[in-house]
């Protein structure tokens, strides 16, 4: 199986601006690195979260986990981070890479007007 593997210089860069270390109040969270390991194979592949890998654990946890980050805007940091490196520099996403779920697709919208042939059109 292909994983996009966090590189050790990446990892040491990152660490101390995620949640979860020892030194914060509150829980202490488990592995950080394996749960990034976790959300960059659901980046490469594509995949949804219910077909992660056992071994990176729940999925319903890493998903839930994944939420809180980006709604307390950790994954900007991160991002903002990594992204001194020039492998990371012009990283893009289009549509040729990404696939949408049927259900993510807009909703096609209805003609509710159409021209007769033997009407103008002003």
């Known amino acids: 199986m292909s994983r996009i593997k966090l590189q050790d210089h990446q990892w040491n860069r990152i660490?101390?601006?995620l949640p979860?270390?020892?030194s914060d109040c509150g829980v202490t969270a488990q592995c950080n690195r394996a749960f990034l390991e976790?959300?960059?194979?659901?980046?490469?592949t594509g995949a949804p979260w219910r077909?992660?890998?056992k071994e990176f654990g729940k999925w319903h946890s890493v998903y839930v986990?994944?939420?809180?980050?980006c709604?307390?805007?950790?994954?900007?940091a991160v991002f903002e981070e990594l992204s001194k490196d020039q492998d990371f520099e012009y990283i893009m996403v289009d549509g040729?890479?990404?696939?949408?779920?049927q259900h993510g697709a807009p909703k096609k919208q209805l003609r509710t007007t159409k021209l007769l042939e033997n009407q103008e059109v002003t």
Request: no cysteine.
């Open 51 to 53: 077909d992660l890998p």
């Open 65 to 69: 986990r994944y939420d809180r980050w």
């Open 20 to 22: 979860g270390k020892r």
């Open 38 to 44: 976790a959300v960059l194979w659901i980046a490469r």
């Open 15 to 17: 660490k101390d601006l």
């Open 71 to 76: 709604q307390k805007g950790i994954w900007v």
């Open 96 to 101: 040729s890479i990404v696939w949408v779920h």
